[in-house]
């Protein structure tokens, strides 16, 4: 696991940066309605995850009220 440190930390930065940009995107309201930007991974806490962490939630994931079926 250690090997693979950097590159696991490496896609929690570019993740958090979309997070950013979506964050940014419905605040400008060039999203879609009722859009919900997730919460970014804090990289130090990125290997040790309680079942209560965000990196858990789906926001948006698998709901059907979006239109596209």
């Given at each position: 696991?250690?090997r693979?440190?950097?590159?696991?930390?490496?896609?929690?930065?570019?993740y958090?940066?979309?997070?950013?940009?979506?964050?940014?995107?419905?605040?400008?309201?060039?999203?879609?309605?009722?859009?919900?930007?997730?919460?970014?991974?804090?990289?130090?806490?990125?290997?040790?995850?309680?079942?209560?962490?965000?990196?858990?939630?789906?926001?948006?994931?698998?709901?059907d009220?979006?239109?596209?079926?």
């Amino acid at each position: 696991m250690k090997r693979r440190d950097p590159g696991i930390e490496t896609l929690a930065r570019r993740y958090n940066h979309l997070c950013k940009n979506m964050s940014e995107m419905i605040r400008l309201k060039r999203a879609p309605a009722n859009a919900v930007a997730p919460h970014p991974i804090q990289p130090k806490e990125l290997f040790s995850h309680d079942i209560d962490d965000s990196i858990w939630d789906d926001i948006g994931l698998g709901d059907d009220d979006d239109g596209h079926h």
